[in-house]
């Protein structure tokens, strides 16, 4: 339970009216009464009494009372309340699952892969609010990881899995990690411009899947680098799209700080995006002065990971192409995690980078992990089932039909 002491009438009146309880009288800076939502004078319910003088004696008694008639309300207090009440000032990210399980649950793999995109997606905009990118590797990292440290995770809601960050708007993110300056504004970066910038991004990657819908081209990704599309957030949004029913992010901006309140932001993703952002995602990490290639395999070798180092592990080809085995040495050490999983539950895992043979090994340097493909077995009968599909054709699966040139450097 919140402290009572410390709750902040003028705030918890507003949140109480924004779910719904109506004001119905009091006594100007004393007190003041509300009726719950869908309830009026004439049904002779208690009203709730919030005192709004914190200097009063009785103010710590009165406030607890308050606070635990309002928790009454399980629902209301778990999602909308409490969670905002104990932050002081937050823009709020809900980022949404639809899910199979009973309500207020997901399958675990769902449900973490879920919160690993949620944070890569905050990461790709506070990237990109710095400097704008095809694919950042650790350029911005840093930076990105001071605006998250400001964050923090609420509760899931009930129904469909939700994951909600809450980022403080006026919270101060230094450019640079030796910004010592202390004077204000100077050297550093308000959170809210930086949560922006991850709406930007977002809204920029959406109309881009909505492009290649119509079109069936990644022009709309290519175009969209200026305004936040990067590998990084192809690849957030794809693990919160793919063998999904449906999915969505909601930002909701707080009003309780003196700027012009933008309005809500609301993006809507489903399991048919996985394929436009798979193949921008390929696109976006390709370096074009180098000989690219992606490649579809089972990881069959995890190499220790070296501190600072992304990490390195191999890849046992399951088409034909220019190399059956390679080692694999990331960009990204975020991608190490799924090579992990790729390995530990034999997924089918898509890799793309550039080819070098050293000795009677083959490279694949500065490297990236697409998405993984299910279990290799089921790749593989997949893969049967539509080697009928025209050469060269991208299935709907992510994979290319026999015959292609899979695992042949990109043109």
């Known amino acids: 339970m919140t402290i009572p002491a410390k709750v902040d009438p003028g705030k918890l009146t507003g949140l109480l009216e924004e779910v719904g309880w109506r004001p119905v009288g009091g006594r100007r800076g004393i007190y003041m009464r509300y009726l719950p939502p869908g309830i009026d004078d004439s049904q002779g319910v208690s009203s709730l009494i919030i005192p709004l ?19 009454e309300d399980s629902d209301s207090w778990v999602r909308f309340i409490y969670p905002r009440l104990v932050v002081d000032v937050s823009d709020e990210f809900r980022f949404r699952r639809e899910s199979s399980a009973p309500s207020g649950f997901i399958d675990w793999r769902s449900g973490e892969k879920l919160i690993e995109s949620a944070r890569r997606t905050l990461v790709a905009g506070a990237k990109y609010f710095l400097s704008p990118g095809r694919h950042f590797v650790n350029r911005n990292g840093r930076f990105a990881g001071r605006y998250l440290d400001q964050v923090l995770m609420g509760q899931t809601a009930p129904g469909s899995y939700i994951v909600t960050a809450y980022a403080p708007p006026n919270a101060d993110i ?20 930086v949560s922006q910038a991850v709406v930007r991004a977002v809204e920029a ?13 990644l022009s709309g990704f290519e175009a969209g680098v200026s ?10 949004l794809l693990g919160i799209a793919a063998n999904s029913d449906g999915a969505d992010i909601t930002v909701d901006w707080d009003s309780n700080i003196e700027s012009v309140t933008p309005e809500s932001a609301h993006f809507e993703f489903s399991g ?11 696109r976006l990490a390709e370096d074009k002065s180098s000989r690219m290639v992606t490649l579809i395999g089972r990881v069959h070798l995890l190499a220790k990971k070296q501190a600072g180092s992304p990490g390195v592990f191999g890849v046992e080809a399951l088409t034909s192409g220019v190399v059956k085995k390679v080692r694999v040495r990331l960009a990204d050490e975020e991608d190490y995690h799924e090579a992990i999983r790729a390995h530990e539950e034999d997924l089918a895992l898509q890799v793309s980078g550039k080819l070098e043979k050293e000795g009677n090994l083959s490279w694949l340097y500065n490297a990236t992990v697409i998405r993984t493909l299910g279990h290799v077995d089921e790749y593989q009968q997949r ?3 539509v080697s009928e599909v025209p050469a060269g054709q991208m299935d709907i699966f992510g994979g290319v039909a026999a015959g292609s040139n899979e695992g042949t450097p990109d043109e």
Do not use: N
């Open 174 to 193: 230094p450019l640079s990690a030796g910004d010592m300056s202390g004077l204000p504004d100077v050297g550093v970066a308000h959170a809210r411009q």
């Open 272 to 282: 048919s995006d996985a394929e436009p952002l798979s193949k921008a995602a390929v």
């Open 227 to 236: 305004r936040g599309i990067s590998y990084e957030m192809t690849q957030a």
């Open 205 to 217: 990657t959406a109309e881009a899947v909505e492009h290649y819908k119509y079109s069936g081209s």
């Open 53 to 71: 003088d914190s200097l009063a004696p009785e103010f710590v008694d009165s406030m607890r009372s308050a606070l635990l008639q309002i928790s």
């Open 383 to 385: 893969r049967v089932r």
